[in-house]
């Protein structure tokens, strides 16, 4: 065991002699996470900037119109007709929303009135706004029926068109969901990165191996296992630096995981154990730096890529999904996307344990061709 202590201690030293090290292991992970997590939050405003158009100005469109507004979602802009269309042509606003006139003597007719709701092209967030333009005209005209048509009454009851709890709720639902998306693709990228910095224990490995430290040894009492094994300990130690780095730096930019701070650690500290096996494993196969180099290219950014790091998952096409879920990566994102649902650590067990079984796998090949290194070298 003092053996194994001696070793990695050593390891660590060489590491830590390199400046260029600090930088891929702790200051490129904490500084690129926060850059993706701002860049992911601040590219959708935290309002809809919505263009209204109000041919009715009557009581009935003044209160729809406040009750949409204070659901706090939308950011509205008084404008006619043409301003609106220019505006849209521009985009400037993402949507208009056209009051038609006579919309409160249609309701007061006991009749359905219509709203349109403009957009350029095909935007999935028309039916959105649509649906909860629905919801508060159906609000009104229950308020007309109620007070029996009578205007002095229905104006009364027009106070308490924004009382309800389901605007509420929708608006909560909506900015939850976008949150939790700015949290998968800010992680899914720092996935990558952290693959990228734990990987370079491969060139550690093959630099060793060229310059015949490997080979020495293999001649003297400390063999191959316990040097695998003091960089496995060594790349761990690191590693959970860089994720404390990264998640306190991630806390203090005001992500909010939607999970405990501690589960999320436990999720990236099992996939950095399987990233540090894969490393192994390709230094295992790889004689030169050249070659291990070209091989980390190839193996983290296609699987990073069907793994749903770079963009939503429910994009891909559904064969796609399937291959993904032959990577940890995409182990590791949908833990985070249940452990955020269901606020359950036991629901994300079995993913632990499959992304755990991807690092078993990657050590257990990597140990019997290091064990062939041995033979060959006794």
Excluded at 130 to 144: C, E, G, H, L
Excluded at 194 to 212: A, C, D, P, Y
Aim: proline residues 3%; contains cysteine; glycine residues 4%.
């Amino acid at each position: 065991m003092s053996k194994l202590w001696i070793v990695a201690r050593n390891i660590l030293q060489r590491m830590l002699i390199k400046p260029g090290n600090f930088i891929i292991h702790l200051i490129l992970p904490v500084v690129t996470s926060v850059l993706m997590f701002l860049i992911f939050s601040g590219s959708s405003s935290n309002l809809i900037q919505m263009a209204v158009v109000d041919h009715d100005e009557s009581a009935t469109s003044v209160a729809l119109l406040a009750s949409i507004e204070n659901m706090g979602k939308f950011d509205l802009i008084d404008l006619n007709q043409d301003e609106a269309s220019k505006m849209i042509a521009d985009n400037s606003v993402s949507f208009a929303y056209i009051i038609p006139e006579g919309f409160e003597a249609t309701i007061m007719a006991q009749e359905t009135p219509y709203i349109e709701v403009q957009s350029v092209g095909m935007n999935e967030g028309t039916a959105w706004i649509r649906s909860i333009s629905d919801f508060q005209i159906k609000n009104v005209i229950d308020m007309a029926m109620a007070s029996e048509y009578d205007q002095a009454t229905y104006e009364n009851l027009l106070s308490k068109l924004d009382d309800g709890d389901l605007s509420l709720v929708s608006e909560f639902v909506s900015d939850e969901s976008y949150a939790k998306e700015v949290v998968s693709q800010s992680i899914g990228m720092y996935l990558m990165l952290l693959m990228i910095s734990v990987t370079s224990v491969t060139f550690q490995v093959i630099e060793e191996r060229q310059n015949g430290t490997f080979a020495r040894i293999g001649m003297a009492p400390v063999y191959s296992k316990i040097y695998t094994l003091a960089n496995i300990l060594v790349s761990m130690l690191i590693v959970m630096i860089q994720i404390v780095l990264v998640l306190l730096s991630l806390k203090i930019a005001k992500m909010n995981f939607y999970m405990p701070q501690i589960n999320m650690f436990v999720i990236l500290f099992v996939f950095a154990l399987a990233t540090i096996s894969l490393g192994l494993l390709l230094s295992a196969f790889t004689k030169v730096k050249e070659g291990a180099g070209a091989l980390i290219s190839l193996v983290i950014t296609p699987s990073c890529m069907i793994a749903g790091c770079f963009w939503p998952f429910e994009y891909m096409p559904s064969y796609l999904q399937k291959i993904g879920f032959l990577t940890p990566q995409r182990w590791t994102l949908d833990a985070i996307s249940k452990m955020q649902i269901t606020q359950d650590f036991n629901s994300i067990l079995p993913n632990l344990a499959v992304v755990m079984g991807f690092a078993v796998l990657f050590f257990l090949i990597a140990a019997y061709q290091f064990e062939n290194q041995d033979k060959k070298i006794g």
